[in-house]
């Protein structure tokens, strides 16, 4: 067993983790990053979708900190879309422009690590971090066995079932109904429309949840779905679900009939909203594991570039200046909490109808291109607790019917 002290701890080398690494190496601090797998960004348990700096200015208007950080090198962009497709459960569908790139996480979350490796973060790949003990300590398990090792500040950047989180009791209560289980497959020999990232809702589909295709050329995509355990009533898993899915749904019959699946993978998206709590005195949390997704369309690439940052930051600043690390909580909420906070606000209501199919065809339709263009944009058209109060009001008067 053998030990080791650092400024800066860092467990997961996602983006959060790296973009995390850098800036805390860049402000002088001695840091270190601990990832289980073998290969950074491999393997890839994402759709790849991310909004183009300007629509990101648009998304996160406090956050020009967002933009930049997602302003991604062209070499690791595979593909552009400029519409977004959303279909009901009655395969009505809606169009409406939103300019995405669909990036390689293979190869783009490698560069964001070798950027934090050049400023002179170490990262260390195979190795699992057991636990965080209450003096700071870090249980780590590899090759040559285990390990302990103490730091200053501690940032889980570990995921949607961060470990960081729970040892500051910082965890989603209800699990069935905050992280969603999520499967994807690439998939190729497919005709898709290259410039069109098309969404998919409906119970029989992904309950709690949406299906989706995200073109990464004109005859690759990313397939796959999110639901919620909670939104079921079988025990059928992600996989089935997919399955179903890319065989039956009348978009895929025919266009899927030649397709090769090339790559599966599967993860737990955080839809819960950010955690009550994403510091302690010398813990920060960030990325998925503080809950920095986008709950109305399940993003959380540009939060966790986002958080990453803020979170180097406030750990130099905390070891350089005595700077309290609650600065950083008040940080992300003034930058992104407030479309975090209407993202869930617009899921909240989004489950009271999803779990009825007409319902939920009767609200897009009445909503239009229009107003699911808001709504995907983390924005509501009034305040979300007045419509929350005013969408169950009018569910109670439906059900009376
Ligand atoms: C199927 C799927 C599709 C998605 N599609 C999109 C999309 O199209 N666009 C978008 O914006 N977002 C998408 N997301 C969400 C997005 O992938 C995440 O929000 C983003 O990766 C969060 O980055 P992160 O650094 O916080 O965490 P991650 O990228 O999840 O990295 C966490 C790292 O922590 C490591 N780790 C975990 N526990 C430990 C431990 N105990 N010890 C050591 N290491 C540990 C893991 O190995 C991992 O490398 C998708 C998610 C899924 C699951």
């Not at 429309?193 to 809702?201: A, G, K, L, R, V």
Request: hydrophobic residues 40%; charged residues 20%; glycine residues 8%.
């Amino acid at each position: 067993m053998s030990t080791g002290s650092y400024d800066v701890a860092i467990v997961g080398a996602g983006p959060a983790g790296c973009i995390a690494a850098k800036v805390a190496t860049q402000h002088g601090l001695k840091t270190i990053v601990f990832d289980s797998r073998n290969h950074i960004g491999k393997p890839v348990q994402c759709g790849e979708f991310l909004p183009i700096p300007e629509e990101l200015k648009n998304i996160f208007p406090n956050s020009a900190r967002i933009a930049r950080l997602a302003d991604v090198p062209k070499k690791f962009i595979t593909n552009r879309t400029s519409k977004l497709m959303l279909s009901s459960p009655s395969n009505h569908q809606f169009e409406f422009s939103l300019i995405s790139n669909i990036i390689d996480r293979a190869k783009y979350d490698p560069y964001l690590a070798e950027q934090a490796e050049a400023e002179g973060a170490h990262i260390h790949l195979q190795t699992t971090v057991i636990r965080r003990t209450d003096s700071n300590l870090l249980i780590l398990r590899n090759k040559s066995g285990r390990q302990i090792i103490n730091a200053k500040v501690i940032i889980g950047a570990d995921g949607a079932q961060s470990r960081i989180a729970q040892s500051i009791g910082a965890s989603y209560q209800n699990k069935a109904h905050d992280l969603s289980p999520a499967i994807q497959f690439v998939m190729t020999n497919i005709e898709c429309d290259p410039n069109t990232t098309e969404m998919y809702f409906g119970h029989q589909i992904a309950p709690g949840g949406y299906a989706w295709v995200i073109p990464k050329s004109e005859t690759m995509v990313n397939i796959g779905l999110g639901f919620r355990r909670a939104f079921t009533f079988t025990s059928e898993n992600a996989f089935s679900y997919l399955q179903r899915f890319i065989s039956s749904h009348p978009a895929n019959i025919q266009r899927m009939k030649k397709g090769k699946i090339l790559r599966k993978s599967g993860a737990i998206i955080p839809m819960g909203g950010p955690l009550s709590k994403t510091y302690s005195d010398s813990v920060l949390l960030v990325g998925d594991a503080a809950g920095h997704v986008m709950a109305s369309n399940g993003g959380g690439i540009p939060t966790a570039l986002g958080g990453g940052e803020l979170a180097g930051i406030a750990a130099a600043q905390h070891i350089h200046q005595n700077q309290p690390l609650c600065w950083y909580e008040a940080a992300w909420k003034t930058e992104f909490g407030e479309e975090l906070s209407s993202a869930l606000g617009i899921l909240r209501i989004a489950d009271k109808i999803m779990i009825s199919d007409s319902l939920t065809d009767w609200c897009m339709r009445l909503a239009g291109p229009r107003y699911l263009q808001k709504l995907i944009r983390c924005r509501l058209p009034f305040p979300v607790r007045f419509a929350s109060k005013t969408f169950v009001k009018l569910l109670a008067l439906l059900s009376s019917f």
